[in-house]
């Protein structure tokens, strides 16, 4: 029986015994040649052993065992084992440490763990875990003879194997926890799968499936996936942080719960957006699974139904507002910085519009942080309609523009289409905005409202009598372009299309609502009714439509097309925060992607299956405006970005294990 007192070993203040005996003791063979413990916040976590916030990134990589130097990195043939330094050619960011995912499949890399894995605790480990791929020489090395099957497969043919599961399943729920138990299971699979099948899983691990499946979090509950934060940890946030398992976060996704996808609270229930929104960025981005962090903040809910369900996950109380919820939401800042320093990214999700807009504008001068709801959707929106100005003509400030939901995403939208009217017209901002209007509950926003509008709807509060009804308002305002970001479903009523079908040749007409039930119309709708003449985008995905002899595929208009690729260019080049001009860059970037081909189908989004090439160069033009605009900090700045941004992404192949 060996133990080790971590303490003595590394001279750290805390004293706690690692508890290493239970894998040793049956296994003395190894001790010797591979006993290697990293004092990581792996085992931090599991022993408790907080750190000061003092220590050097070395110490972290002290080694205890004899064969130190075998084991201490799983570098490649010809490196230097003692060579500490983070790894250069990323540093700030996609750290990839222990040359992972730089080694070539045939290149040897090691397992790691609090210790080097073995046996059954490496088939539980998800990060390595290769299930039947398990080669005989690995079998043997690494204790797994018995522990598997005789055969071995390819990652190709448990791909094959695990999609054919998959679409035996005729509930969508029941795909949705497939993939999570896969996630768990074996990470490598499960984004080898999402990344070679992104059309059809996409809507599985993200908008609609997401939504129904959280909608029943309580009943589904498995293993916890994300950090939960509550009001029970006031005053201990830094220590909750600390007990991830990760230290080296770049993207964390945030939500308070109380405005997930267009269903309302669902108050700690909420944890699915930031989980799902994760996955995008490692599949769709690039970004490390293990350097994203899914928060949720619960403050309690006002979702009745779930306050009165028995299975309920979260806090049983109705939502803290005021002092109470901005003091927590500031220790989670501030310990957020604290543990993970100033480039850190914090994306903002599903927050209701509240507290949305002032939670971005008082971060935003403070931390590296981003609104996906309010600039994400606002980037794909306006390259969706830079995209479409090829298929419905003019110039964008030759548009007009109405909103039916003037939230977070409507003025989002509008305001960044008002910023791109004015780079280039040189007209000021208030000119370009008047070119767009918006709806919401209690009608078309205009002067005599303004005294009684929240502060992000005033610049929007244009000269006009007061209009009721969206029908109203599309016939008086005669816009060129419809989008919809009320969260209500089926409010693109078949006269509200046939009004704007009227007025334009070509209209465009984006229901941006999530999930499904939610859109503002479906495709089959937009096409029917416009008779086939719109040109159509969504939230949440549709079917390709036949409408007289010919099939119209509609593309996604959604943020996924842009947060990962953002992320990974603020990421890479280490901004320290994000400007307008980046999501302009962003927007001009997707735009850019859309092909010919794309344009005779009728779409203003390229597919979804080059979204790793798209991500690569939204990421690019991202950091070159950081660089541009002082803001980057990864130096010197690396010549062909493109190239840098797809070598600093995470591929899923597995790695061989020596
Ligand atoms: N496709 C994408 O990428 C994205 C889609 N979304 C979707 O957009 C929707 C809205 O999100 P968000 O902007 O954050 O939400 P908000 O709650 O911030 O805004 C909703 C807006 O819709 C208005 N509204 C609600 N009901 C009606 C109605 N019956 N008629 C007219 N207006 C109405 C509200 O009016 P009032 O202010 O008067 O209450 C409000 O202005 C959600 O469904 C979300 O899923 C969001 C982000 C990205
Ligand atoms: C897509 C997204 O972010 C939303 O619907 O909230
Ligand atoms: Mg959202």
């Given at each position: 029986?060996?133990?080790?007192?971590?303490?003595?070993?590394?001279?750290?203040?805390?004293s706690?015994?690692?508890?290493?005996?239970?894998?040793?003791?049956?296994?003395?063979?190894?001790?010797?040649?591979?006993?290697?413990?990293?004092?990581?916040?792996?085992?931090?976590?599991?022993n408790?052993?907080?750190?000061?916030?003092?220590?050097?990134?070395?110490?972290?990589?002290?080694?205890?065992?004899?064969?130190?130097?075998?084991?201490?990195?799983?570098?490649?043939?010809?490196?230097?084992?003692?060579?500490?330094?983070?790894?250069?050619?990323?540093?700030?960011?996609?750290?990839?440490v222990?040359?992972?995912?730089?080694?070539?499949?045939?290149q040897?890399?090691t397992?790691?763990?609090?210790s080097?894995?073995?046996?059954?605790?490496?088939?539980?480990?998800p990060?390595?875990?290769?299930?039947?791929?398990?080669?005989?020489?690995?079998r043997?090395?690494?204790?797994?003879?018995?522990?598997?099957?005789?055969?071995?497969?390819?990652?190709?043919?448990?791909?094959?194997?695990?999609?054919h599961?998959?679409?035996?399943?005729?509930?969508?729920?029941?795909?949705?926890?497939?993939?999570?138990?896969?996630?768990?299971?074996?990470?490598?699979?499960?984004?080898?799968?999402?990344?070679?099948?992104?059309?059809?899983?996409?809507?599985?691990?993200?908008?609609?499936?997401?939504?129904?499946?959280?909608?029943?979090?309580?009943?589904?509950?498995?293993?916890?996936?994300?950090?939960?934060?509550?009001?029970?940890?006031?005053?201990?946030?830094?220590?909750?942080?600390?007990?991830?398992?990760?230290?080296?976060?770049?993207?964390?996704?945030?939500?308070?719960?109380?405005?997930?996808?267009?269903?309302?609270?669902l108050?700690?229930?909420?944890?699915?957006?930031?989980?799902?929104?994760?996955?995008?960025?490692?599949?769709?981005g690039?970004?490390?699974?293990?350097?994203?962090?899914?928060?949720?903040?619960?403050?309690g809910?006002n979702?009745?139904?779930?306050?009165?369900?028995?299975?309920?996950?979260?806090?049983?109380?109705?939502?803290?507002?005021?002092?109470?919820?901005?003091?927590?939401?500031?220790e989670?800042?501030?310990?957020?910085?604290?543990?993970?320093?100033?480039?850190?990214?914090?994306?903002?999700?599903?927050?209701?519009?509240?507290?949305?807009?002032?939670?971005l504008?008082?971060?935003?001068?403070?931390?590296?942080?981003?609104?996906?709801?309010?600039?994400?959707?606002?980037?794909?929106?306006?390259?969706?309609?830079?995209?479409?100005?090829?298929?419905?003509?003019?110039?964008?400030p030759?548009?007009?523009?109405?909103f039916?939901?003037?939230?977070?995403a409507g003025?989002?939208?509008?305001?960044?289409?008002?910023?791109?009217?004015?780079?280039?017209?040189?007209?000021?901002?208030?000119?370009?905005?008047?070119?767009?209007?918006?709806?919401?509950?209690?009608?078309?926003?205009?002067?005599?409202?303004?005294?009684?509008?929240?502060?992000?709807?005033?610049?929007?509060?244009?000269?006009?009598?007061?209009v009721?009804?969206?029908?109203?308002?599309?016939?008086?305002?005669?816009?060129?372009?419809?989008?919809?970001?009320?969260?209500?479903?089926?409010?693109?009523?078949?006269?509200?299309?046939?009004?704007?079908?009227?007025?334009?040749?070509?209209?465009?007409i984006?229901?941006?609502?999530?999930?499904?039930?939610?859109?503002?119309?479906?495709?089959?709708?937009?096409?029917?009714?416009?008779e086939?003449?719109?040109?159509?985008?969504?939230?949440?995905?549709?079917?390709?439509?036949?409408?007289?002899?010919?099939?119209?595929?509609?593309?996604?208009?959604?943020?996924?097309?842009?947060?990962?690729?953002?992320?990974?260019?603020?990421?890479?080049?280490?901004?320290?925060?994000?400007?307008?001009?980046?999501?302009?860059?962003?927007s001009?970037?997707?735009?850019?992607?859309?092909?010919?081909?794309?344009?005779?189908?009728?779409?203003?989004?390229?597919?979804?299956?080059?979204?790793?090439?798209?991500?690569?160069?939204?990421?690019?033009?991202v950091?070159?405006?950081?660089?541009?605009?002082?803001?980057?900090?990864?130096?010197?700045?690396?010549?062909?970005?493109?190239?840098?941004?797809?070598?600093?992404?995470?591929?899923?192949?597995?790695?061989?294990?020596?």
């Amino acid at each position: 029986m060996i133990s080790l007192n971590i303490a003595n070993l590394m001279g750290h203040r805390c004293s706690k015994n690692l508890g290493i005996s239970s894998w040793c003791d049956g296994d003395k063979r190894k001790i010797s040649e591979k006993v290697v413990l990293r004092v990581n916040s792996k085992v931090r976590q599991h022993n408790n052993i907080h750190n000061t916030g003092k220590e050097e990134e070395g110490e972290e990589k002290k080694v205890i065992g004899r064969k130190m130097e075998s084991v201490l990195k799983p570098l490649r043939d010809g490196e230097s084992v003692l060579d500490l330094s983070p790894r250069s050619t990323v540093s700030g960011g996609v750290e990839d440490v222990y040359g992972e995912d730089r080694a070539t499949e045939d290149q040897l890399v090691t397992p790691w763990t609090i210790s080097v894995a073995s046996g059954w605790s490496l088939l539980r480990d998800p990060q390595y875990n290769k299930g039947l791929a398990f080669s005989e020489k690995e079998r043997d090395a690494h204790y797994l003879r018995g522990l598997l099957p005789p055969t071995v497969l390819t990652q190709l043919l448990q791909e094959k194997k695990l999609m054919h599961n998959i679409r035996q399943y005729k509930v969508p729920l029941q795909k949705y926890v497939a993939m999570m138990e896969l996630q768990e299971r074996n990470e490598r699979l499960f984004y080898k799968l999402l990344i070679d099948n992104v059309e059809e899983l996409l809507p599985v691990v993200y908008t609609p499936i997401v939504g129904e499946a959280w909608q029943k979090y309580g009943s589904i509950f498995r293993r916890p996936q994300g950090l939960y934060i509550s009001l029970k940890e006031k005053g201990k946030v830094l220590e909750v942080l600390k007990n991830w398992p990760e230290r080296n976060i770049q993207v964390i996704v945030v939500t308070d719960g109380e405005r997930i996808l267009g269903l309302g609270d669902l108050g700690c229930q909420g944890m699915g957006i930031p989980v799902g929104k994760l996955a995008l960025y490692t599949a769709l981005g690039g970004v490390r699974p293990s350097a994203c962090l899914p928060v949720t903040i619960d403050v309690g809910t006002n979702n009745e139904t779930l306050l009165k369900d028995e299975f309920y996950i979260g806090l049983r109380q109705k939502r803290a507002t005021g002092q109470e919820y901005y003091d927590l939401l500031d220790e989670f800042m501030t310990a957020v910085k604290k543990n993970y320093g100033e480039k850190v990214l914090v994306q903002f999700e599903d927050f209701a519009n509240h507290n949305a807009f002032e939670l971005l504008a008082k971060y935003g001068t403070t931390h590296l942080v981003f609104n996906d709801d309010i600039q994400g959707t606002a980037s794909v929106v306006l390259a969706g309609v830079v995209a479409a100005l090829k298929l419905i003509g003019g110039t964008l400030p030759e548009h007009k523009f109405l909103f039916l939901g003037a939230g977070e995403a409507g003025t989002g939208i509008a305001e960044l289409i008002a910023l791109e009217m004015s780079k280039q017209t040189k007209a000021p901002i208030e000119e370009s905005r008047k070119k767009i209007w918006l709806v919401d509950s209690k009608g078309l926003i205009v002067s005599s409202r303004k005294n009684s509008l929240q502060h992000f709807k005033k610049p929007w509060a244009h000269e006009h009598e007061p209009v009721n009804s969206l029908l109203e308002a599309v016939k008086v305002i005669k816009p060129t372009v419809l989008i919809g970001s009320s969260g209500v479903g089926k409010t693109f009523t078949k006269e509200v299309v046939e009004a704007m079908t009227s007025n334009n040749d070509k209209p465009l007409i984006l229901a941006l609502s999530n999930p499904t039930s939610q859109s503002e119309c479906t495709a089959e709708e937009a096409y029917q009714w416009s008779e086939g003449r719109a040109i159509f985008a969504s939230g949440s995905p549709f079917d390709p439509v036949e409408y007289k002899g010919k099939v119209y595929a509609s593309g996604q208009a959604n943020n996924a097309y842009i947060f990962p690729g953002f992320g990974l260019g603020l990421v890479i080049s280490g901004a320290i925060r994000v400007h307008d001009d980046m999501l302009l860059a962003a927007s001009e970037a997707l735009a850019t992607q859309v092909s010919e081909e794309n344009y005779k189908n009728g779409l203003i989004y390229p597919p979804f299956s080059n979204i790793r090439k798209i991500s690569a160069n939204i990421a690019a033009n991202v950091a070159a405006k950081a660089y541009e605009l002082g803001l980057a900090t990864r130096l010197p700045r690396p010549q062909d970005l493109v190239k840098y941004a797809e070598s600093c992404m995470y591929t899923p192949v597995y790695r061989n294990y020596r």
